[in-house]
């Protein structure tokens, strides 16, 4: 069974820095595209880094500049370095992860919290 574990969130003053890890564990198909969406409270889950296998990376405009998503294919891993934190930022973040097979896996959301 597919298990994406994400660490590395919390509470952090704005413009404080924040890296987010999430591994995968248990996937029998090579991972294609891995990717981070946040959901902030009465809102809708949005894309905020998607990278594919090949390190294509693309960003949603509002962290362009700040954050940086990288992998590492030979762990299932992926990694979400945030830089220059704003309130805005504030989210439950989530990873994700699709394969060449079309199988699509959510991981269980850690809590990003950034006060003025």
């Known amino acids: 069974q597919v298990h994406l574990m994400a660490s590395g969130g919390g509470l952090v003053q704005a413009g404080g820095s924040l890296r987010l890890s999430c591994a995968a564990s248990?996937?029998?198909?090579?991972?294609?595209?891995m990717g981070w969406y946040r959901q902030a409270p009465g809102k809708q889950r949005d894309v905020v880094a998607t990278?594919?296998?090949?390190?294509?990376?693309n960003y949603a405009d509002s962290v362009k500049g700040r954050f940086t998503i990288s992998r590492d294919n030979a762990k299932n891993t992926v990694y979400l370095q945030m830089n220059s934190l704003e309130p805005e930022d504030t989210a439950v973040y989530y990873c994700?992860?699709?394969?060449?097979?079309?199988?699509?896996?959510w991981g269980q959301g850690t809590q990003v919290t950034v006060s003025s």
């Open positions: 994700n992860l699709n394969t060449y097979n079309s199988l699509d896996f």
């Open positions: 248990g996937v029998r198909f090579t991972i294609k595209d």
């Open positions: 990278i594919t296998r090949l390190n294509i990376t």
